[in-house]
């Protein structure tokens, strides 16, 4: 990478970053969690972020002490699925993150382009449901890749997508394994919540609030 970043493109994570549904994954893998007779603390959900549906059941049920066959585990995972839904369907178009709409709005306007790189299944739905699909150039989710965080195939997918090289790529993340994956793949990565959690990042903001192209300055 060189000295000062040149950014051409910006992959952002979903859950966490665009949209508040981070809460939701927590209240429903903590319904989960009760059901099989353990809890799940804030704490021990940040772990979690960013981690595939699969792998994030098999660190609970690792956690909890629970083994169960393939099927049991496909059940687990539907039943949480389904409450992570009611929760999505719910949801109003105004759980968009604050600044998010007008950060991308002006990357689209800077003529930089604009990638999704989501481990979830249920991205499309919910961009959707926000009404910011149309400011995506690419989307890449959880129905795509094979290897997940942090793995950086999500964002190496959407990078090649855009045809845009690692180099001018910064990434969007609020998950560690995000941040890491980012990194792993040659990207810059601005971490968005809290620093002492994001320390891989090469910058940490708390939001999108007031937050334009400016930022890439400080790359
Ligand atoms: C994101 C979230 C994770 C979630 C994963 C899969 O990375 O941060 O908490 O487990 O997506 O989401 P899905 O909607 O497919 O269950
Ligand atoms: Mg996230």
Same mark, same amino acid.
């Given at each position: 990478?060189?000295?000062?970043?040149d950014i051409k493109a910006c992959l952002f994570d979903l859950d966490g970053v665009i949209v508040d549904t981070a809460k939701y994954h927590y209240l429903a893998w903590r319904r989960l969690c009760n059901e099989l007779g353990f809890d799940l603390s804030e704490a021990e959900n940040e772990s979690l972020k960013g981690i595939s549906r699969v792998e994030s059941l098999e660190i609970l049920l690792r956690k909890g002490g629970v083994s169960l066959a393939q099927t049991e585990k496909e059940a687990m995972m539907s039943r949480k699925n389904g409450w992570y839904l009611e929760y999505v369907d719910a949801m109003h178009a105004d759980e968009i993150l604050p600044g998010v709409r007008e950060f991308l709005t002006s990357v689209k306007k800077s003529g930089r382009k604009i990638g999704l790189g989501s481990a979830s299944k249920n991205a499309l739905p919910i961009l959707e449901k926000i009404g910011v699909m149309p400011l995506f150039d690419v989307v890449i989710d959880g129905t795509q890749v094979s290897k997940?965080?942090?793995?950086?195939?999500?964002?190496?997918? $959407?990078?090649? #997508?855009?045809? &845009?090289?690692? %180099?001018?790529?910064?990434?969007?993340?609020?998950?560690?394994?995000?941040?890491?994956?980012?990194?792993?793949? $040659?990207?810059? #990565?601005?971490? &968005?919540?809290? %620093?002492?959690?994001?320390?891989?990042?090469?910058?940490?903001i708390p939001g999108f609030e007031g937050i334009d192209t400016d930022i890439f300055n400080k790359l």
């Amino acid at each position: 990478m060189s000295e000062k970043a040149d950014i051409k493109a910006c992959l952002f994570d979903l859950d966490g970053v665009i949209v508040d549904t981070a809460k939701y994954h927590y209240l429903a893998w903590r319904r989960l969690c009760n059901e099989l007779g353990f809890d799940l603390s804030e704490a021990e959900n940040e772990s979690l972020k960013g981690i595939s549906r699969v792998e994030s059941l098999e660190i609970l049920l690792r956690k909890g002490g629970v083994s169960l066959a393939q099927t049991e585990k496909e059940a687990m995972m539907s039943r949480k699925n389904g409450w992570y839904l009611e929760y999505v369907d719910a949801m109003h178009a105004d759980e968009i993150l604050p600044g998010v709409r007008e950060f991308l709005t002006s990357v689209k306007k800077s003529g930089r382009k604009i990638g999704l790189g989501s481990a979830s299944k249920n991205a499309l739905p919910i961009l959707e449901k926000i009404g910011v699909m149309p400011l995506f150039d690419v989307v890449i989710d959880g129905t795509q890749v094979s290897k997940g965080k942090p793995d950086p195939q999500t964002f190496q997918l $959407g990078a090649s #997508a855009l045809e &845009v090289h690692p %180099d001018n790529c910064v990434v969007f993340e609020d998950a560690a394994a995000g941040v890491e994956a980012a990194r792993a793949g $040659g990207m810059y #990565a601005i971490g &968005v919540g809290d %620093d002492a959690i994001l320390t891989g990042a090469n910058l940490v903001i708390p939001g999108f609030e007031g937050i334009d192209t400016d930022i890439f300055n400080k790359l």
